[in-house]
T-cell receptor, first 111, second 119 residues
Framework: QKEVEQDPGPLSVPEGAIVSLNCTYS??????FMWYRQYSRKGPELLMY????GNKEDGRFTAQVDKSSKYISLFIRDSQPSDSATYLC???????????FGGGTRVLVKP | GAVVSQHPSRVICKSGTSVKIECRSL??????MFWYRQFPKQSLMLMAT?????????EQGVEKDKFLINHASLTLSTLTVTSAHPEDSSFYIC???????????????FGPGTRLTVT
């Protein structure tokens, strides 16, 4: 079993819809949770960075962390075709530098 | 701010040759740099972590003699793939963290990646 599980998709939604992404994890030591967006053949771009449980909102993006369920989510409101990309969740324990990534979910926003 | 560049963006080499990939932090001091590889439709796998002026720490299963990492300054790290073979063909991505605008920042900023094809 992988430490971080993420549905690979593709997740196809119409423009303007809400995109809902999630990851589950098994390592209770993870304290920092991140979402990255990666366009094809490009490096990942940090979207959201949260610590421990709770919600965080930034523009059209909302990140949620539920440590009791070992479950994190990313919501994208008013999705645009430019949001079409692969979204990667990543996690880190309090100690050390290592990020553990999910496999990524490919999202397609259709005009 | 917090921009990381990589060079080259794409390289094709013959089997048995060595290839060097550069990773630079353009506007901040990168005290720690990370090297990842990514196969098609797969996630990023950490290869090694390097701190400026120290030897790199390699992840289990990564051959340190094959993937040479140098982090000689606060803005530059290099990855050299020695005696490359077709199975080394992959997308190599670096990331960096350090002092951004004078403040220690624990986030990792990623470069755009280098696509290596070994023929």
């Amino acid at each position: 079993q992988k430490e971080v599980e993420q549905d690979p998709g593709p997740l196809s939604v119409p423009e303007g819809a809400i995109v809902s992404l999630n990851c589950t994890y098994s390592n209770s030591a993870f304290q920092y949770f991140m979402w990255y967006r990666q366009y094809s053949r490009k490096g990942p771009e940090l979207l959201m960075y949260t610590y421990s449980s709770g919600n965080k909102e930034d523009g059209r993006f909302t990140a949620q962390v539920d440590k009791s369920s070992k479950y994190i989510s990313l919501f994208i409101r008013d999705s645009q075709p430019s949001d079409s990309a692969t979204y990667l969740c990543a996690m880190k324990a309090a100690a050390g530098n290592k990020l553990t990534f999910g496999g990524g979910t490919r999202v397609l926003v259709k005009p | 701010g917090a921009v990381v560049s990589q060079h080259p963006s794409r390289v094709i080499c013959k089997s048995g040759t060595s290839v060097k990939i550069e990773c630079r932090s353009l506007d901040f001091q990168a005290t720690t740099m990370f090297w990842y590889r990514q196969f098609p439709k797969q996630s990023l796998m950490l290869m090694a972590t390097s701190n400026e002026g120290s030897k790199a720490t390699y992840e289990q299963g990564v051959e340190k003699d094959k993937f040479l990492i140098n982090h000689a300054s606060l803005t530059l790290s290099t990855l050299t793939v020695t005696s490359a073979h077709p199975e080394d063909s992959s997308f190599y991505i670096c990331s960096a963290r350090g002092r951004v605008f004078g403040t220690i920042n624990y986030e990792q900023y990623f470069g755009p990646g280098t696509r290596l094809t070994v023929t």
